[in-house]
């Protein structure tokens, strides 16, 4: 397949290259790629199903970020661009970094200079400027380095800038669960269909619903305040929205996350407090020592929610304990009979 066949939706307007016609057969498609024009150019045209089926012809994720960047750079030009005129992208794609991650990758940089060029497009409302595809972490990276960012500059419009943005990081492992709902929820707010988000995303129609679900129900707050959570899946984040619909358990989480202590956490570990924030205490169990007249501890009772337990040492008390076993079917008797 000729490269302008493969990017012919993006309107690469510098390439040259003649059109080769597409032979008579039926292509095979290994997975949505940006430049796809059956599920970007006709979305609002072909049916949400249709665009589910597409996505579902070859389940098998073989192809990494790094191939779909090589697939999306190779051939084209690389320019050396001063940081400051490059903005992120108009929907975010992740949390924050931490700065021990942006300083580990800066010095991956500094050591081996920037291996792989970022993806950017000339800025559509700022003359001279440009805004990212994807490689946002590498930007604040060279950044702090001072050095000029690779980039490869295209042409995009919206809908394909997000397809790319989101198919790179669709297959980074280190994009967490949440990072993902938020991503999706962001760009339906931007007027995105959900065709669209669907295939920057590589997702199945269920898959969009559940993030949709999760980034709607529960409040952006929280969601900040525990944090990328990597190892935390679809269905604990499920599982959260179904104990945020009970009464009271927002308002115990709100106290949970207020806590100092709460931010000194790791992501996981605050999810996990929210977690355990939604459930009610537990109720302390009440002792009672039974004694003589003489002061020595004939019995002791402990009782909670669920049960009674009376202890009696007979080592102390072996009479006692005999009376009290003796005598224990004959009090209930008599209780069921005054029932």
Same mark, same amino acid.
Do not use: C
């Given at each position: 397949?000729?490269?302008?066949?493969?990017?012919?939706?993006?309107?690469?307007?510098?390439?040259?290259?003649?059109? $080769?016609?597409?032979?008579?057969? #039926?292509?095979? +498609?290994?997975?949505?790629?940006? =430049?796809?024009?059956? /599920?970007? *150019?006709? @979305?609002?045209?072909?049916?949400?199903?249709?665009?589910?089926?597409?996505?579902?012809?070859?389940?098998?994720?073989?192809?990494?970020?790094?191939?779909?960047?090589?697939?999306?750079?190779?051939?084209?030009?690389?320019?050396?661009?001063?940081?400051?005129?490059?903005?992120?992208?108009?929907?975010?794609?992740?949390?924050?970094?931490?700065?021990?991650?942006?300083?580990?990758?800066?010095?991956?940089?500094?050591?081996?200079?920037?291996?792989?060029?970022?993806? $950017?497009?000339?800025?559509?409302? #700022?003359?001279? +400027?440009?805004?990212?595809?994807? =490689?946002?972490?590498? /930007?604040? *990276?060279? @950044?702090?380095?001072?050095?000029?960012?690779?980039?490869?500059?295209?042409?995009?419009?919206?809908?394909?800038?997000?397809?790319?943005?989101?198919?790179?990081?669709?297959?980074?492992?280190?994009?967490?669960?949440?990072?993902?709902?938020?991503?999706?929820?962001?760009?339906?707010?931007?007027?995105?269909?959900?065709?669209?988000?669907?295939?920057?995303?590589?997702?199945?129609?269920?898959?969009?619903?559940?993030?949709?679900?999760?980034?709607?129900?529960?409040?952006?707050?929280?969601?900040?305040?525990?944090?990328?959570?990597?190892?935390?899946?679809?269905?604990?984040?499920?599982?959260?929205?179904?104990?945020?619909?009970?009464?009271?358990?927002?308002?115990?989480?709100?106290?949970?996350?207020?806590?100092?202590?709460?931010?000194?956490?790791?992501?996981?570990?605050?999810?996990?407090?929210?977690?355990?924030?939604?459930?009610?205490?537990?109720?302390?169990?009440?002792?009672?020592?039974?004694?003589?007249?003489?002061?020595?501890?004939?019995?002791?009772?402990?009782?909670?929610?669920?049960?009674?337990?009376?202890?009696?040492?007979?080592?102390?008390?072996?009479?006692?304990?005999?009376?009290?076993?003796?005598?224990?079917?004959?009090?209930?008797?008599?209780?069921?009979?005054?029932?």
């Amino acid at each position: 397949m000729s490269r302008k066949a493969l990017f012919g939706a993006i309107g690469n307007r510098e390439s040259q290259a003649p059109e $080769v016609p597409a032979p008579a057969v #039926a292509r095979v +498609r290994a997975r949505p790629i940006l =430049g796809s024009p059956d /599920l970007i *150019a006709d @979305t609002a045209a072909k049916p949400v199903g249709a665009i589910s089926q597409s996505l579902g012809e070859v389940s098998e994720r073989a192809k990494r970020a790094e191939e779909i960047e090589k697939k999306l750079t190779e051939g084209q030009v690389i320019v050396a661009i001063d940081t400051d005129l490059v903005d992120p992208s108009f929907v975010s794609d992740r949390m924050p970094v931490s700065e021990q991650a942006l300083a580990s990758l800066a010095e991956k940089i500094r050591d081996h200079g920037q291996l792989n060029p970022i993806l $950017v497009r000339p800025h559509p409302e #700022a003359p001279g +400027r440009y805004q990212v595809a994807f =490689g946002h972490r590498r /930007l604040r *990276a060279v @950044t702090a380095l001072g050095l000029p960012v690779r980039a490869v500059v295209r042409e995009l419009t919206d809908e394909q800038l997000v397809v790319a943005q989101g198919q790179e990081n669709h297959e980074r492992e280190d994009l967490s669960y949440i990072e993902k709902a938020l991503f999706a929820h962001r760009l339906e707010r931007r007027g995105f269909t959900r065709a669209t988000i669907m295939a920057a995303m590589s997702i199945y129609k269920s898959d969009l619903s559940n993030m949709l679900s999760v980034a709607t129900r529960i409040p952006e707050e929280i969601i900040h305040a525990i944090g990328p959570a990597p190892g935390i899946g679809r269905r604990a984040w499920l599982d959260l929205v179904g104990l945020m619909a009970e009464e009271g358990r927002a308002d115990a989480i709100r106290r949970a996350i207020a806590d100092p202590a709460f931010a000194a956490l790791e992501s996981e570990a605050r999810f996990k407090q929210v977690i355990a924030a939604t459930k009610p205490p537990p109720v302390r169990a009440k002792a009672e020592s039974w004694s003589t007249a003489n002061g020595e501890t004939l019995a002791k009772v402990t009782q909670d929610e669920d049960r009674v337990s009376l202890t009696i040492d007979r080592r102390k008390s072996p009479d006692f304990a005999e009376f009290v076993l003796t005598r224990l079917r004959d009090l209930y008797a008599e209780f069921k009979a005054g029932a």
